[in-house]
Nanobody, 122 residues
Framework: VQLQASGGGLVQPGGSLRLSCVASGSVNSIRAWNWHRQAPGKQRELVAGVTNGGGTNYADFVKGRFTISRDHAKNILYLQMNNLKPEDTAVYLC?????????????????WGQGTLVTVSS
């Protein structure tokens, strides 16, 4: 599974951005998609996730502001970010958890996109 993220940029506080992550390769093996972020000097943290069944989860610091969604037909993961704050400044990375069925059994894996920079500043 290969992932390509885009949509980052510079936005003023209170503004909005929509991130996209296009998957290619063995997309049917994906079981869950996630957005993470890493701010300068800080550890990577999970922002939001969505499973194949449609279940979603959000970090407390984005609840009510961010929405994760997936276009199944196009294999694109989105993160709609509203009411952005300066503390949301980070590199945002998409990630996919997958399971490949092989003759000798299932093999689980994780793929990462290259990240897209979001800067919230006036």
């Amino acid at each position: 599974v290969q992932l390509q993220a885009s949509g980052g940029g510079l936005v003023q506080p209170g503004g909005s951005l929509r991130l996209s992550c296009v998957a290619s390769g063995s997309v049917n093996s994906i079981r869950a998609w996630n957005w993470h972020r890493q701010a300068p000097g800080k550890q990577r943290e999970l922002v939001a996730g969505v499973t194949n069944g449609g279940g979603t989860n959000y970090a407390d610091f984005v609840k009510g502001r961010f929405t994760i969604s997936r276009d199944h037909a196009k294999n694109i993961l989105y993160l709609q970010m509203n009411n952005l704050k300066p503390e949301d400044t980070a590199v945002y990375l998409c990630e996919a958890d997958y399971v490949v069925i092989r003759p000798d059994g299932p093999v689980a894996g994780r793929s990462w996109g290259q990240g897209t920079l979001v800067t919230v500043s006036s």
